[in-house]
């Protein structure tokens, strides 16, 4: 029951360059959004979040995008930067049913 | 400020043991969550102690059971072992529960945990 998809793996881009995380969710109940970001042997942390009302939200180089109708949020990282290099997850929230889903994350590795 | 702790780091048991796994919240906070992340899967939510009481539940039986100390520690303990459990188990301490915690919470690095 994989309500929450980020259907690429892995993604590689080059320093400078814009890096774009997918994420698609099924469930039209979710009315908020983050992103998480892990690094090797850490725990993840937050990164950025958007409510179901917003379809944009920027905080400095990561901006997170929201389509309602298509059931699509993306994350994007301009400029990335090889420090941006670990697996980010996104996460939608239920609050009426209080539950809360994951992806199963990208690897994003920045090129120097 | 250690941040959040666990232990142990890693773990092997063979099916039908118990296991205990612990953590230690942010300092001033007083709220835990447990995660369950399989190998190529995000983290699914266990359970979410507050006030020594489980407040919130995700889909996982009753093998899965927890407690919190008065000093905001927790324990995760799981019965009767499948080889299904083993995962990296999450914990992560926010200051109190409700409405956009999640934003707020802090996460252990985890504790591997391999069922054989």
């Known amino acids: 029951d994989q309500q929450v998809k980020q259907n690429s793996p892995s993604l590689s881009v080059q320093e400078g360059r814009i890096s774009i995380l997918n994420c698609d969710y099924t469930n039209s109940m979710f009315d908020y959004f983050l992103w998480y970001k892990k690094y090797p042997a850490e725990g993840p942390t937050f990164l950025i979040s958007i409510s179901s009302i917003k379809d944009k939200n920027e905080d400095g180089r990561f901006t997170v995008f929201l389509n309602k109708s298509a059931k699509h949020l993306s994350l994007h990282i301009v400029p990335s930067q090889p420090g941006d290099s670990a697996v980010y997850f996104c996460?939608?929230?239920?609050?009426?049913?209080?539950?809360?889903?994951f992806g199963a994350g990208t690897r994003l590795t920045v090129k120097p | 400020d250690a941040g959040v702790t666990q232990s142990p780091t890693h773990l092997i048991k063979t099916r039908g043991q118990q296991v205990t796994l612990r953590c230690s919240p942010k300092?001033?906070?007083?709220?835990v969550s447990w995660y369950q992340q399989a190998l190529g899967q995000g983290p699914q939510f266990i359970f979410q102690?507050?006030?020594?009481?489980?407040?919130q539940r995700g889909n996982f039986p009753d093998r899965f059971s927890g407690h919190q100390f008065p000093n905001y520690s927790s324990e995760l303990n799981v019965n009767a072992l499948l080889l299904g459990d083993s995962a990296l188990y999450l914990c992560?301490?926010?200051?109190?529960?409700?409405?956009?915690?999640?934003?707020?919470?802090?996460f252990g690095p985890g504790t591997r945990l391999l069922v054989l």
């Open positions: 992560a301490s926010s200051l109190r529960p409700g409405r956009g915690y999640q934003e707020t919470q802090y």
């Open positions: 102690y507050y006030e020594e009481e489980e407040r």
């Open positions: 996460a939608a929230i239920d609050y009426n049913n209080n539950d809360m889903r």
């Open positions: 300092s001033g906070h007083d709220t």
